[in-house]
């Protein structure tokens, strides 16, 4: 998949018979999805021996053309008539450089009906949302050799069975804020900091997106300890009555007129010392980006998962395990092209096809030193220069560096050269 960046079979299978094959490996009883998903962590514990790093937690949905009489067995994904599977990684992310370290498990899964018993009378155990709880917790074995981890999520992970229940030394978790908790001490969790002094101020580059323009903002800063309350309807009454977490605020003053301003609440379990600390959990929490980066990568800006034909769920689970792990490799590729990685070819690249690029490296490499690959031979930096330029990206350091879509075309185009070489002495 990662070097075809796609998962349509017939053009894994390279002909009938491959296809044949991968049909084959698909419906295989002994292939489970419980166990593609198991090797999503393949190489990842090594890899954070020591370290500080982000386990990024979402969901993603994967939504399939479907008709009244051809479900395919897929549960419903949201309002209407839309159909699909559900995917939820762990993508461990390096706290300092951002490096991608790989994956850590996740679940994927196909809802199978909607719930007789009500939300709130349900433990955690028994709802969708208790997938934040299960996947930190399988986390946990994989990152084991890590010197310290912080589970990153979004708004949905804000659930109190979390922050009694994971949390451990050197574990801790960073979440937006999603509810306006009742405090322990009386009160409520978003008007806590209007009691709190501004810690800093920062100007800071807000980046373009669907809703919203690019700009300057300028941001203020207020952290403190809050003791949040059990909620009184929760069905787990054995976990503890309250519990302690140190609340950030980030504001921007004075927005543009018409401008959403930006606010975020984060809640996380580490002590804060200061306000340099606070800010660089901040930048932790903007890491999450790099999971969604990775669910583009799975759809629509590269191996177009949604786009699939296979007939029945289960054989689309397991193909969506292992694009999940393509889509990691994929973007493990995109960030070795500065050579900060120190990762080798062979990580992503058999032997033959990094044979393949020491053939193709001088007719790619231009006249100048600025276009000549700087990276050392056989490092993941030295194959991903090729595979850039051969999907279009000039080698200029100066200009934009290359994205997942110049990796996928250069990738599609690189695989035509490697049969072309692997056949000239056939």
Same mark, same amino acid.
């Given at each position: 998949?990662? @070097?075809?960046?796609?998962?349509?079979?017939?053009?894994?299978?390279?002909?009938? &018979?491959?296809?044949?094959?991968?049909?084959?490996?698909?419906?295989?009883?002994?292939?489970?999805?419980?166990?593609?998903? @198991?090797?999503?962590? =393949?190489?990842?514990?090594?890899?954070?021996?020591?370290?500080?790093?982000?386990?990024?937690?979402?969901?993603?949905?994967?939504?399939?053309?479907?008709?009244?009489?051809?479900?395919?067995?897929?549960?419903?994904?949201?309002?209407?008539?839309?159909?699909?599977?559900?995917?939820?990684?762990?993508?461990?992310?390096?706290?300092? &450089?951002?490096?991608?370290?790989?994956?850590?498990?996740?679940?994927?899964?196909?809802?199978?009906?909607?719930?007789?018993?009500?939300?709130?009378?349900?433990? &955690?155990?028994?709802?969708?949302?208790?997938?934040?709880?299960?996947?930190? @917790?399988? #986390?946990?074995?994989?990152?084991?050799?890590?010197?310290?981890?912080?589970?990153?999520?979004?708004? %949905?992970?804000?659930?109190?069975?979390?922050?009694?229940?994971?949390?451990?030394?050197?574990?801790? !978790?960073?979440?937006?804020?999603?509810?306006?908790?009742?405090?322990?001490?009386?009160? +409520? !969790?978003?008007?806590?900091?209007?009691?709190?002094?501004?810690?800093?101020?920062?100007?800071?580059?807000? +980046?373009?997106?669907? *809703?919203? +323009?690019?700009?300057?903002?300028?941001?203020?800063?207020?952290?403190?300890?809050?003791?949040?309350?059990?909620?009184?309807? #929760?069905?787990?009454?054995?976990?503890?009555?309250?519990?302690?977490?140190?609340?950030?605020? $980030?504001?921007?003053? *004075?927005?543009?007129?018409?401008?959403?301003?930006?606010?975020?609440?984060?809640?996380?379990?580490? =002590?804060?010392?200061?306000?340099?600390?606070?800010?660089?959990?901040?930048?932790?929490?903007?890491?999450?980006?790099?999971?969604?980066?990775?669910?583009?990568?799975?759809?629509?800006?590269?191996?177009?998962? %949604?786009?699939?034909?296979?007939? *029945?769920?289960?054989?689309?689970?397991?193909?969506?395990?292992?694009?999940?792990?393509?889509?990691?490799? $994929?973007?493990?590729?995109?960030?070795?092209?500065?050579?900060?990685?120190?990762?080798?070819?062979?990580?992503?690249?058999?032997?033959?096809?990094?044979?393949?690029?020491?053939?193709?490296?001088?007719? $790619? %490499?231009?006249?100048?030193?600025?276009?000549?690959?700087?990276?050392?031979?056989?490092?993941?930096?030295?194959?991903?220069?090729?595979?850039?330029?051969?999907?279009?990206?000039?080698?200029?350091?100066?200009?934009?560096?290359?994205?997942?879509?110049?990796?996928?075309?250069?990738?599609?185009?690189?695989?035509?050269?490697?049969?072309?070489?692997?056949?000239?002495?056939?």
């Amino acid at each position: 998949m990662v @070097e075809a960046t796609t998962v349509c079979l017939r053009s894994l299978g390279d002909g009938r &018979s491959g296809t044949v094959r991968f049909g084959r490996f698909l419906s295989n009883p002994k292939v489970t999805t419980a166990a593609l998903i @198991e090797g999503w962590s =393949a190489g990842t514990a090594a890899a954070v021996r020591g370290r500080h790093v982000l386990a990024l937690q979402d969901t993603t949905e994967a939504h399939f053309r479907t008709a009244a009489g051809r479900r395919r067995g897929l549960g419903a994904t949201g309002k209407g008539n839309v159909y699909g599977l559900m995917v939820h990684p762990v993508l461990v992310i390096d706290a300092e &450089s951002g490096v991608c370290h790989g994956l850590a498990g996740g679940k994927i899964w196909t809802r199978s009906g909607l719930a007789q018993q009500p939300h709130r009378k349900r433990c &955690s155990a028994d709802k969708e949302s208790g997938r934040w709880l299960d996947v930190a @917790e399988a #986390a946990k074995e994989v990152l084991a050799g890590a010197a310290q981890v912080t589970v990153v999520a979004d708004r %949905e992970a804000d659930l109190y069975a979390a922050w009694a229940g994971v949390p451990a030394p050197a574990f801790h !978790l960073l979440i937006r804020a999603n509810t306006n908790r009742v405090l322990a001490g009386g009160g +409520r !969790l978003y008007d806590a900091p209007a009691a709190w002094p501004d810690a800093d101020r920062r100007i800071v580059e807000l +980046r373009e997106r669907a *809703d919203r +323009r690019p700009r300057q903002a300028v941001l203020t800063l207020r952290y403190g300890e809050v003791a949040i309350k059990r909620p009184d309807y #929760a069905p787990d009454k054995h976990l503890p009555p309250s519990l302690k977490l140190r609340l950030i605020e $980030i504001r921007e003053l *004075d927005p543009p007129a018409g401008e959403e301003p930006l606010h975020w609440r984060l809640l996380t379990t580490h =002590a804060i010392a200061d306000a340099a600390h606070a800010w660089e959990i901040v930048r932790w929490y903007t890491q999450r980006w790099h999971i969604e980066q990775l669910f583009r990568t799975m759809k629509s800006q590269g191996l177009g998962i %949604e786009d699939s034909q296979i007939a *029945d769920a289960e054989r689309l689970l397991k193909l969506a395990a292992i694009a999940t792990r393509a889509a990691c490799i $994929i973007m493990q590729l995109v960030q070795a092209r500065d050579g900060k990685t120190n990762q080798p070819a062979a990580d992503v690249f058999p032997s033959e096809e990094i044979a393949t690029m020491d053939a193709l490296l001088p007719k $790619i %490499e231009g006249a100048t030193a600025k276009q000549k690959n700087p990276h050392p031979p056989h490092s993941l930096a030295w194959a991903a220069w090729i595979i850039a330029r051969l999907g279009g990206w000039s080698g200029y350091a100066s200009y934009r560096p290359p994205g997942p879509i110049t990796m996928r075309n250069g990738l599609e185009r690189f695989k035509a050269i490697a049969l072309g070489f692997a056949l000239q002495h056939v």
